[in-house]
């Protein structure tokens, strides 16, 4: 069974806000939300975890629910470069089963 | 060192040869794994390596055998594959049971069989 949801494509204009959204409604509470990102052909990249406060590094910001049922990645300024399939995982803490559901795909137009 | 390297990047070969796959990683990452990943399909886990162990095995037919000789070093062995064998190979490492998985992917190594 699908641990996470996510639309199947998403488009966005270059230089605005790209929200990505996942929802996990069966997320256990010692299970994180990880997003990973791959361009085409190449190795998947990781962008960001959290379990349930929202995080932001260099990249990207993660906003969690309350209930932790969804989340969803931003991509603050899109850009050309940031067109890629985005992965969002949920994954157990101490635990290496790391498997990737269907994704979005992300085009990021001029 | 922050990156896991793979080799080759590309090989094609028939279905009586035999041949292996390499991935390795410096950043003392104690797990490693193999992911398969098809066109347009997202990546699935083969095998996964924890502290030098077989941990998961996906029921992943015995032509593709792995081998973690040491913590830096993952192979994956292929013999007498079929046709439909043929996709990206994706190696990754982290640095094992924990919270901070922040794994590391290798580029993969593109696979032909014919």
């Known amino acids: 069974d699908a641990k996470t949801t996510q639309p199947t494509s998403m488009d966005c204009a270059e230089g605005r806000a790209a929200n990505l959204p996942c929802n996990h409604s069966t997320i256990s509470g010692n299970e994180y939300v990880y997003w990973y990102r791959q361009i085409h052909s190449q190795g998947p990249q990781y962008i960001i975890h959290g379990l349930k406060n929202n995080e932001t590094n260099e990249m990207a910001s993660l906003i969690i629910t309350e209930d932790r049922k969804s989340s969803t990645l931003i991509l603050p300024h899109a850009t050309l470069r940031d067109t890629a399939v985005y992965y969002c995982i949920v994954r157990v803490a101490g635990n290496n089963d790391m498997r990737f559901g269907a994704g979005t795909r992300l085009t990021v137009k001029p | 060192d922050t990156e896991v390297t793979q080799t080759p990047k590309h090989l094609v070969m028939g279905m009586t040869n035999k041949k292996s796959l390499k991935c390795e990683q410096h950043m003392g990452h104690r797990a490693m794994y193999w992911y398969k990943q098809k066109a347009k399909k997202p990546p699935e886990l083969m095998f996964v390596y924890s502290y030098e162990k077989l941990s998961i095995n996906e029921s992943v037919p015995s032509r593709f055998s792995p081998e973690c000789p040491n913590s830096s070093l993952l192979n994956l062995h292929l013999h007498a594959l079929q046709p439909e064998d043929s996709a990206l190979y994706l190696c990754?490492?982290?640095?094992?049971?924990?919270?901070?998985?922040?794994?590391?992917f290798g580029p993969g190594t593109r696979l032909t069989v014919l």
């Open positions: 990754a490492s982290s640095q094992g049971a924990g919270e901070a998985w922040s794994g590391f």
